[in-house]
């Protein structure tokens, strides 16, 4: 038999279920007075007479709290415990004994061993009883306040998870984009640069020449840039780079790649230094890139003072090292962003993509090394790239 009480005014959501307290005995009169004591508390009451009418509505309802008389006919109110602890629904549902009999250790350990969480002594004190009956629901409010927020907080790893999901596929179909529209580009361009480069070699008008020259210039600037997108979607989409190693002689790449930023930039010095075995199965196309990057960076963004230096180190036996050193130092807030795509560009590093050291990043690693930034007004800036001596396409 079940019944309910009133619920008594209260700050609490009028759309928030009261919990419910299961009350268990076999004389009717102690579900009454039992009632009665609890008639203030904001509580739905749920009455048995029996062990197994309380298992039927335990079946059924989820209790805050149980209060069980001891001594019953059929199924005591050990023997309900312990069924109420050998099941899930139930194993949490604290247990507050109600007892006529004399206090006893013996007793009190039993019920104890049974699952109960406490004892009432017969005749109950209205105000302990109430005391107690509150101190179990404000637990019990408590849990469902948590339980109600880690619902709600999985919600939210759920939801973000997918739109984390969702945000790479996103990036994932730009790259391929970004992939096939940089692969497209190249065949223009070349087209372009060729055609300037005839332009420049045949023309007798100096302005013409400057022109071709000028359109040359920004054409390998664009293929630079086009190649670096290139890497970019290789490395996010494609696994790595690509190699194509051949036998490199390190001094003559450089020097090759230092020949043509004299063309653009007469006025800067750049010096090279080199000791040790400096050949290795490299692939050119990248190195030259790699090196090209650098020695780059080094004009735009350096001082004019000292000159740019370049430090090829091949002493080590499995290991070729690459320094490219400049004056000025690169802001304290940019370091931990160089090797980051598409990074913010500052009035004084500003240009280009931000590709630059990523791309020299994904070919010193694809080639079984890395790169490394130091920089301080002291010291000015310095990269420094290792290589593998041999690497496999």
């Not at 997918?162 to 940089?182: G, K, M």
Request: contains cysteine; glycine residues 8%.
């Amino acid at each position: 038999m079940t019944s309910s009480l009133h619920p008594r005014s209260n700050d609490a959501s009028a759309d928030a279920p009261r919990p419910r307290i299961l009350l268990v005995d076999d004389v009717p009169e102690n579900l009454v007075a039992l009632a009665a004591l609890l008639r203030e508390e904001d509580v739905e009451i749920l009455e048995a007479r029996s062990g197994p009418e309380a298992l039927e509505i335990l079946l059924d309802l989820e209790v805050a709290l149980a209060l069980v008389d001891v001594q019953m006919p059929e199924m005591d109110g050990f023997e309900l415990a312990e069924l109420m602890r050998g099941s899930s629904r139930t194993r949490h549902v604290p247990i507050l004994f109600v007892t006529a009999g004399a206090r006893s250790e013996e007793r009190i350990f039993r019920g104890y061993e049974a699952g109960a969480v406490d004892y009432l002594l017969k005749p109950i004190e209205p105000v302990v009883l109430q005391n107690k009956v509150r101190t179990f629901l404000q637990l019990y409010r408590q849990r469902e306040q948590l339980g109600a927020r880690l619902e709600q907080l999985q919600r939210i790893s759920a939801e973000r998870q997918r739109l984390v999901e969702e945000l790479q596929q996103t990036l994932r179909l730009n790259e391929l984009y970004l992939a096939a529209l940089s692969h497209d580009l190249r065949s223009p361009l070349s087209a372009i640069l060729a055609g300037a480069e005839i332009l420049r070699r045949r023309t007798p008008d100096e302005a013409v020449h400057r022109a071709a020259k000028r359109i040359q210039s920004s054409g390998e600037s664009m293929a630079r840039m086009i190649e670096s997108l290139l890497d970019l979607a290789q490395a996010r989409v494609g696994g790595g780079l690509r190699l194509r190693p051949e036998s490199v002689h390190l001094p003559e790449l450089v020097e090759r790649v230092i020949g043509e930023h004299r063309l653009l930039a007469p006025n800067r010095l750049v010096e090279v230094a080199a000791e040790g075995n400096l050949r290795g199965m490299w692939d050119p196309g990248r190195l030259h890139r790699l090196v090209s990057n650098l020695v780059g960076n080094a004009i735009q963004h350096g001082t004019q003072h000292p000159p740019i230096r370049v430090e090829l180190d091949g002493a080590e036996g499995e290991r070729v090292h690459l320094r490219v050193r400049n004056g000025g130092a690169i802001a304290t807030d940019l370091l931990g962003e160089l090797f980051n795509p598409f990074r913010v560009s500052t009035s004084r590093h500003r240009g280009g993509l931000g590709l630059g050291l990523f791309s020299v990043q994904q070919i010193a690693r694809a080639h079984g090394g890395d790169v490394a930034v130091r920089s301080s007004e002291a010291e000015g800036t310095c990269v420094e790239v290792t290589l593998r001596r041999v690497v496999e396409g």
